[in-house]
T-cell receptor
Framework: NAGVTQTPKFRILKIGQSMTLQCTQD?????MYWYRQDPGMGLKLIYY???????DKGEVPNGYNVSRSTTEDFPLRLELAAPSQTSVYFC??????????????FGAGTRLSVL | GQQVMQIPQYQHVQEGEDFTTYCNSS?????IQWYKQRPGGHPVFLIQ?????EVKKQKRLTFQFGEAKKNSSLHITATQTTDVGTYFC?????????FGSGTKLNVKP
């Protein structure tokens, strides 16, 4: 199993450009998450999904959009990129929180710079 | 909203010294998880604690969940250079996880 796969690994955007960060998992997890990690900081939840067709906002959703058309894929869309969105973005997936040992599996991350 | 705080932010130790990081939540947690992130890497799950007062050990790592289920600690005995990284605690709230800001551990050989 590949686990959680994120593409691209690195990207440089100009202010105002748009892009989609891809995330796919092959563990048949219902729950998927997008986090951002600013330098020296913890993880902030952007959006999450509890299953195909269902998404909800996390702590820092402004400037981002998501969709979940399949169990496997959970892309994150940045519209009108701003320097404040320079960060490392991690996608994660898990089984249902609160039931048993609920491990979050993380992708390798996408390092995004907006200049 | 729920907040999860971690101290210290940084810790520099000599190899062989002990290390402890503390995690405090503003609300009672159903469980708490710990993750390790190596420099340039992604968070990797270490352990989950569920019961009040629970203590779990993984070799040189000891994890503790407070009696009130609002705080937790990770203690590393006799650190090694392989312990370098940032340690995060994470507490669930319904469908979300709230991560602490992490403690960055540097170990001097």
């Amino acid at each position: 199993n590949a686990g959680v796969t994120q593409t691209p690994k690195f990207r440089i955007l100009k202010i105002g450009q748009s892009m989609t960060l891809q995330c796919t998992q092959d563990m048949n997890h219902n729950y998927m998450y997008w986090y951002r990690q600013d330098p020296g900081m913890g993880l902030k939840l952007i959006y999450y999904s509890v299953g195909a067709g269902i998404t909800d906002k996390g702590e820092v959703p402004n400037g981002y959009n998501v969709s979940r058309s399949t169990t496997e894929d959970f892309p994150l869309r940045l519209e009108l990129a701003a320097p404040s969105q320079t960060s490392v973005y991690f996608c994660a997936s898990s089984y249902t929180p609160g039931q048993g040992i609920n491990i979050q599996y993380f992708g390798a991350g996408t390092r995004l710079s907006v200049l | 909203g729920q907040q999860v705080m971690q101290i210290p932010q940084y810790q520099h130790v000599q190899e062989g010294e002990d290390f402890t990081t503390y995690c405090n939540s503003s609300t009672t947690l159903s469980n708490i998880q710990w993750y390790k992130q190596r420099p340039g890497g992604h968070p990797v799950f270490l352990i989950q604690l569920v019961k009040s007062g629970e203590v779990k050990k993984q070799k040189r790592l000891t994890f503790q969940f407070g009696e009130a289920k609002k705080n937790s600690s990770l203690h590393i005995t006799a650190t090694q250079t392989t312990d370098v990284g940032t340690y995060f605690c994470a507490g669930p709230n319904f469908n979300k996880f709230y991560f602490g800001s992490g403690t960055k551990l540097n170990v001097k050989p």
